[in-house]
């Protein structure tokens, strides 16, 4: 639980510093959002790797040694000069962090029986969402009393206790698989084809003299995602079994997980960033904002793990996925009159559909698999929900980039058309997912 606090509280904690950090370095929003994107493309290409390490050598050693580089990846990128080296240590931490989130929800699937998965899923819910639910109060206060370099230390203690922890609790792997080789030409086609075509979305920011390097990342991206495919498919021990994702529970699952992404990470970047450009509040009261939306996810968490044990996931992912359209509209139709608790109001409504969305998706993704295959299919549900936030962010910042701007920040109707985009896409996603089994 303490590992993905600290990868969530790293993704959520840097969007209230955004401003400041752009003023700092006298760089636009376009440029900036790669503090955000960076980190979450990062994560999405490694996290297909944590089954590999795990298998290699033990929750033990791996969360231990990716904790420990974590909080010195976090210190240096608090030091960093320049924004491209900030940038890069945003990078190192998203390597990082994909390595450690599949393993919270590896364990649980693989210690709790059936019956019991939704409720432990819950309660560790319940934790993890302190991150998001504080990390942005947290951001505002470091980076208006402080500075916003203290945004890049904050997660270095909560890794640093789980270091202690893991040494201390978790258990040394009994009889570890046969040694099997790690997929690194699966890897470098997957590497390629995130980075390529996120980097193609952010030239499209600045299509004037980017359009051969635009046509050509393309045309790459096209290239990797095939040869990535066909890789899989064929290779002994693949990074992505293709195959499961053919059985329909599953791919249902991951299409919902996919929009999870989006709605999640889209909404987190979006909040803070769109209150203080658009309405001028400071950081402290952009993170106060998502305070209740915090609170209300917390309450909501263990009792939707709960439900998850006992009814349909199809019908509580649905739901959600309802509430959290809903919320967006209202953000889409808000101006500078709505008053801070309305704001409040439509961050709860969201979070919690989110709530309802986030156990029944593990439930009814997992829930049907062998124990064999768990390792593998938390994977690769926490690889669709990151592809989708990874993705997600990106298109959001190219809609406010093509939007109007007002002293080199987005106005208020370059929000509005990014949160009509974020409604539509969540919109869309209930279909597939209303064909899961009860």
Known sequence: ???????????????????????????????????????????????????????????????????????????????????????????????????????????????????????????????????????????GVLVDQLDWRFVMFAPAPVTLLGVWMVWKFLPWPVNPPAPYPFDRVGFAWLATLIVVSLDALNRLQHPQGNRGMIVAGG????????????RERRVPHPLLRVGMLRRPGFLYANLGALALGLALFGSTYLIPLFVQ???????TEAGLLMLPAGIALGIVFPLAG?????????????????????????????????????LALWAVIGRIGLGLIMPALSTGALNPLEPHELGYGSSTINFTRQLGGAFGI?????????????????????????????????????????????
């Open 1 to 139: 639980m303490l590992g993905t606090m600290a990868t969530v509280l790293s993704a959520t904690i840097v969007n209230v510093a955004l401003p400041d950090i752009m003023r700092d370095f006298g760089i636009r929003q376009g440029q900036a959002h790669w503090l955000a994107t960076g980190f979450i493309a990062a994560m999405t290409t490694t996290m297909l790797s944590s089954s590999w390490l795990l298998d290699h050598f033990g929750l033990r050693k791996t969360l231990a040694g990716a904790m420990l580089l974590f909080s010195g990846i976090s210190i240096a990128g608090g030091f960093a000069p320049t924004p491209e080296l900030l940038i890069a240590a945003r990078i190192g931490q998203g390597a990082v962090a994909g390595l450690m989130q599949p393993m919270a929800m590896y364990l649980v699937f693989r210690v709790f029986p059936k019956n019991q998965r939704g409720q432990a899923m819950g309660i560790y819910g319940m934790g993890v969402i302190l991150a998001p639910a504080l990390g942005p109060v947290l951001g």
């Open 219 to 230: 045309l790459v991206a096209l290239v990797s995602l095939v040869a990535f495919v066909v």
């Open 277 to 283: 450009a658009a309405l001028s509040y400071t950081a």
């Open 306 to 342: 709960r439900l998850a044990d006992r009814r349909s996931p199809r019908s509580l992912i649905t739901t959600g996925m309802i509430l959290f359209a809903g919320s967006a509209l209202l953000f889409a139709v808000s101006d500078t009159s709505l008053g801070f608790v309305w």
């Open 394 to 438: 990106n298109i959001v910042a190219l809609t406010l980039e093509y939007g109007d701007h007002v002293n080199g920040l987005p106005a208020l109707s370059a929000f509005h058309g990014a949160w009509w985009l974020v409604a539509a896409s969540v919109g869309l996603a209930v279909l597939p997912v209303s064909r899961l089994r009860g």
